[in-house]
């Protein structure tokens, strides 16, 4: 007789706002008992055994002064005004890309 084929793991992964918070907290989003997945402090191992990941919306690095996505400026520091900068950037965060 084979073995019982392993349950289903759910990832949920979210930045933090309010609404993905409030969709986590939601007793038929608890039902599936999401792992829940943080973005800025997501690694790899977050991912493992994983069969379904949903990826909510409006999903951002969520830089921080100090952490690894972000820089030593202020986090009220004024991000660039210029119009014809190609990246824009959070105040506190240093551009990922050139």
């Known amino acids: 007789m084979p073995a019982p084929a392993p349950e289903p793991a759910l990832g949920f992964l979210h930045g ?40 909510s919306d409006r999903l951002h690095l969520g830089c921080r002064p100090g952490s690894p ?12 005004s210029s119009s014809s900068a190609r990246t824009a950037t959070a105040p506190g965060c240093r551009a990922s890309v050139p």
């Open 16 to 55: 933090g706002s309010f609404s993905q918070l409030a969709t986590l907290a939601d007793p038929a989003v608890r039902l599936w008992r999401p792992r829940e997945i943080y973005l800025p402090d997501a690694t790899e191992a977050d991912f493992a055994g994983l069969t379904t990941l949903i990826v």
């Open 69 to 80: 996505r972000g820089s030593t400026a202020s986090p009220n520091a004024a991000a660039p």
